[in-house]
């Protein structure tokens, strides 16, 4: 006999998870019994439970397999909802127990009771409630399998307290492999032919279910055909970026050009992005239902394909069966775009040369010397802001997994992805980089790094304001600054009040020192950056585009 939290970890410990994240709460306390003892299943208690489900949800993508948070009912659900939309949105496998009021108790508004389900559906692939113990090991293997296969992402199961704590002589049940789905031979010889009929293709790469493998595979498969390839949003790890046949990603702080080319060619080949706003610059380089270019388009959720675009050739497939076939893949006797490709190439490395922008400390130095000195397999995660198109443009992406980012665009995800990237990958080097806005939304799971020795690096963009919002409020409302103001503390200062490393940059000379003692401190280091306010974006200062604001009104 076990109680009903020794049960769910075993089962647990059966699906193959090997650590969960949690803010403990009382709604779940046989779950944290389970949990004692275990060396199997890592035990990691965080600050916040947004910043435990973000680092859930990095997990995941580092290690290609299901995040695993336990949080309580009511607050602690509803701060952990944000990891649990990232999950939707970057389709990340994700499993969220969250703990419950007792069955006898239900549905009279009890302490901090919500309606977990209801509350969760439209954000999760599937949300239950566990109301028998006995069935336990059933949801969590029918949890784990939702949450890995079709289109990845979210589950949610609601633990009401006294269901955990009772006994059952249930059995856990054996981990099964996961189904896949391999795309028919009409579908890839389809794709030869669009192939043998493009004068002007690209290829864009993306999504879920990804590995060092198929990049491998469709890296090759590149070269034989000679095609550009453009990565989807945030996925710039999915070939290396120093590789001929890269042309640049597809999103924020985007090149103009590439986004052109895009739109002016005759086959757009995507495999594995659902191809979202961000990637497609608002629907406009791919325009739904059909877009003027002919479409190929390889996913592993059936319901993905024509759910916006009607695909010319919709091929639904696991990534890796899919990229195994590659070869097969016909190539034309004479390749036509060879100087469609070379100029692609060309547009994307002048792309890499900065721009001029004010301030004694220069963004775009920074992140290039960070890409320069980094081993090629270092992680490099941020969270969202202005400072992340500085990254997204000049970081050179060489290996696979080197970055962890999330296409929801969520704040505060900088410093928990960091410890994710850090656990996953002890003996990798690991930097984060965050805004201030960003930093402060998670900035107190620095007390989570240090509690489990993780030496990483976060540089912080401190220009004093939430720079996106600011930047949008100048094009539409010049002049007219409302509630983006920002008064921060001493960055290194709060740092070092947690025992980790902290120091201030305020010129870009100094910086390369400061990188280099932080690199060598040996636990948690934080470098904050005094950036003018005025550098704004890559390209354009706030100045230039408060002038654009104030021309359009004119």
């Not at 859930?56 to 602690?76: D, H």
């Not at 986004?259 to 979202?276: E, N, Q, Y």
């Not at 994710?420 to 806005?437: E, H, N, Q, T």
């Amino acid at each position: 006999m076990r109680h009903g939290g020794q049960l769910l970890i075993d089962q647990l410990a059966e699906e193959g998870c090997d650590m969960a994240f949690c803010v403990p709460g009382e709604s779940f306390l046989a779950a944290l019994d389970g949990l004692y003892g275990r060396k199997d299943i890592r035990t990691i208690i965080c600050r916040q439970e947004g910043g435990a489900t973000m680092m859930a949800e990095a997990y995941a993508k580092m290690t290609g397999r299901p995040g695993v948070c336990f949080v309580t009912r009511g607050p602690g659900a509803s701060n952990a909802s944000i990891g649990v939309h990232i999950a939707r949105q970057d389709s990340t496998p994700l499993i969220l127990f969250v703990g419950q009021v007792g069955r006898g108790f239900r549905d009279r508004e009890a302490f901090q009771e919500v309606d977990m389900p209801a509350m969760f559906r439209p954000l999760a692939k599937w949300a239950a409630t566990i109301n028998d113990t006995s069935r336990i090991p059933e949801y969590v293997a029918r949890a784990w399998r939702i949450a890995q296969t079709g289109r990845p992402g979210p589950v949610v199961l609601d633990l009401p307290e006294d269901m955990l704590s009772d006994l059952s002589d249930a059995k856990t049940i054996p981990a099964a492999p996961l189904p896949q789905i391999t795309p028919a031979d009409r579908h890839m010889t389809a794709f030869s032919d669009e192939i043998a009929r493009a004068k002007k293709p690209m290829m864009l790469i993306g999504g879920p279910g990804w590995n060092s493998t198929i990049r491998e595979q469709v890296t090759r498969f590149a070269e034989r055909l000679d095609l550009p390839v453009a990565n989807a949003f945030r996925n710039s790890d999915y070939i290396d970026n120093r590789h001929p046949n890269y042309v640049g990603h597809s999103g924020l702080a985007y090149s103009p050009k590439l986004m052109a080319r895009i739109k002016a060619a005759d086959l757009v080949i995507a495999v594995g992005p659902r191809l979202g706003e961000i990637t497609t610059d608002g629907y406009s380089t791919l325009t739904p239902p059909h877009p003027a270019q002919r479409l190929v388009h390889v996913h592993p959720c059936g319901d993905e394909l024509g759910s916006v675009y009607r695909a010319d050739v919709p091929i639904q497939s696991n990534l890796s069966a899919f990229a195994a076939q590659l070869d097969q893949v016909r190539a034309p006797a004479t390749i036509p775009w060879r100087d469609w490709r070379k100029n692609a190439r060309a547009e994307y490395e002048n792309f890499l040369l900065p721009d001029e922008l004010p301030g004694a400390v220069k963004m775009a130095d920074v992140v290039r010397h960070v890409s320069q000195v980094l081993p090629d397999n270092a992680v490099v995660t941020n969270g969202a802001g202005n400072y992340a198109g500085f990254l997204s443009r000049y970081f050179i992406y060489k290996e696979y997994r080197t970055q962890v980012a999330n296409t929801a665009g969520a704040m505060g995800y900088c410093v928990p992805s960091a410890v994710a990237g850090k656990l996953a990958a002890p003996d990798r080097i690991v930097v984060s980089f965050a805004g201030d806005g960003c930093f402060l939304m998670n900035g107190q799971e620095l007390a989570t790094a240090m509690q489990y020795d993780l030496p990483m690096v976060i540089i912080v963009a401190n220009n004093g304001m939430y720079g996106t919002i600011r930047m949008h409020q100048e094009r539409n409302y010049p002049e007219r600054v409302s509630g983006t103001t920002l008064v921060n503390p001493d960055f290194a200062a709060y740092a070092r009040s947690f025992g980790a490393f902290g120091e201030v940059v305020e010129r870009t000379e100094d910086f390369p020192g400061a990188f280099d003692r932080a690199l060598k401190a040996g636990k948690p280091a934080l470098i904050e950056l005094k950036l003018d306010p005025e550098a704004l974006t890559p390209k354009l200062t706030l100045s230039q585009i408060r002038a654009a604001g104030l021309k359009d009104k004119a």
